[in-house]
Nanobody, 125 residues
């Protein structure tokens, strides 16, 4: 019954920006972390960012640091991923995932238990 729904993907030219959203429902706990992942054609799924509600900490993969910004709106149970300076290699399906945890910090790419359906990001001229 817990659900994660991503939105905000689309087609954008190199150098453009997108803001992805992940809205969670069907739970009551205040202690959880949200991770963003992406999977490009022919490649393994890659963790790109995470955020911990309990500790309010964030982390990023080296490949996206400085261009991606993760944030949250606790009242809406929504996590955002702002993506700037998009590159063709950012093209992928982007997924959000959730786990319940009391840890202070999250780790990019670690195991998560609940997953959304994904949203397609395509960077092309």
């Amino acid at each position: 019954q817990l659900q994660l729904v991503e939105s905000g993907g689309g087609l954008v030219q190199p150098g453009g920006s997108l803001r992805l959203s992940c809205t969670a429902s069907g739970f009551t706990s205040d202690y959880y972390a949200i991770g963003w992942f992406r999977q490009a054609p022919g490649k393994e799924r890659e963790g790109v960012s995470c955020i911990s509600k309990h500790g309010g900490s964030t982390n990023y993969a080296d490949s996206v640091k400085g261009r991606f910004t993760i944030s949250r709106d606790n009242a809406k149970n929504t996590v955002y991923l702002q993506i700037d300076s998009l590159k063709p290699e950012d093209t992928a399906i982007y997924y959000c995932a959730m786990k319940f945890t009391g840890l202070t910090r999250c780790v990019v790419g670690e195991e998560y238990h609940y997953w959304g359906q994904g949203t397609q990001v395509t960077v092309s001229s």
